[in-house]
């Protein structure tokens, strides 16, 4: 006799109608009408066929805290998870690069990176994951829209630099009118250090004799993010 899986959904398990209204729900008010677990829900319906997703997605959003948490987990942790396999693993990381391609995207058509909310949430889909410290330059047109992201440097989990030169020639290369400096802390913690000031305000005065404007230095985590420009660490 044929077994059926346990986790299998049959055409008119109640499982199946519930992703259905979620759909409906998400088509009908837009993504605010969706807790965190309902949108992961979906997200993993994409990699899951046929399956009740609901368990795996409060079992993530349980493990890790929170919904970023989840898209900025490593594969490795994803699959420690019971229930998430390789292609649970590669949907998280896949919707991740398309909100960071999204961001970049809307970037390079607007002049919205001078809303400081948006420069946060696109620093922190390019960066807030990396395992180790990364620190880049956005270098921005007249108009503030993105032309280029330069990596400056890569360093260890705990320590990076970015020598200022190296940011004034970037943005002489690429003819920006302007600057801002984005890093992460693998920690989690985006709290600014000592050296993240004095970062700033070499990298300012180095930018300044070439006639380029640094408009932010943003820190992000996991837990967030912080401003050294709207903090006047500067």
């Known amino acids: 006799m044929r077994r059926t899986h346990p986790t299998r959904i049959p055409a008119r398990h109640p499982a199946?109608?519930?992703?259905?209204?979620?759909?409906?729900?998400?088509?009908?008010?837009?993504?605010?009408?969706?807790?965190d677990h309902e949108i992961l829900e979906l997200v993993l319906g994409l990699a899951i066929r046929g399956r009740d997703t609901k368990p795996l997605a409060r079992a993530l959003l349980k493990q890790f805290g929170s919904f970023g948490r989840v898209l900025d987990a490593p594969a490795s942790d994803l699959l420690a998870v019971p229930g998430a396999g390789p292609a649970v693993a590669a949907a998280l990381q896949t919707v991740k690069a398309a909100g960071a391609?999204?961001?970049?995207?809307?970037?390079a058509r607007?002049?919205?990176?001078?809303?400081?909310?948006?420069?946060?949430?696109y620093c922190r889909a390019r960066f807030a994951g990396e395992p180790q410290e990364v620190v880049a330059a956005l270098l921005l047109d007249s108009r503030h829209r993105v032309v280029k992201t330069a990596p400056l440097s890569r360093g260890t989990v705990d320590r990076a630099t970015a020598f200022p030169r190296e940011v004034a020639r970037a943005a002489i290369e690429a003819g920006a009118a302007a600057v801002i400096l984005c890093h992460n802390h693998p920690s989690g913690n985006p709290d600014p250090s000592e050296q993240d000031r004095v970062l700033t305000r070499?990298?300012?005065?180095a930018l300044r004799a070439v006639g380029v404007r640094l408009l932010d230095h943003v820190v992000v985590g996991r837990e967030g993010s912080r401003s050294l420009g709207k903090t006047g660490v500067r």
Not at 16 to 35: E, K, P, T, V
Not at 101 to 107: E, F, G, M, P, S
Not at 110 to 121: F, I, M, Q, S, Y
Not at 202 to 205: L, P
């Open 110 to 121: 607007t002049d919205a990176l001078t809303n400081p909310r948006l420069v946060a949430d």
């Open 202 to 205: 070499e990298v300012e005065s």
């Open 101 to 107: 391609a999204y961001l970049r995207d809307h970037a």
């Open 16 to 35: 199946a109608g519930h992703r259905q209204r979620l759909r409906a729900r998400l088509s009908r008010a837009g993504l605010d009408a969706l807790d």
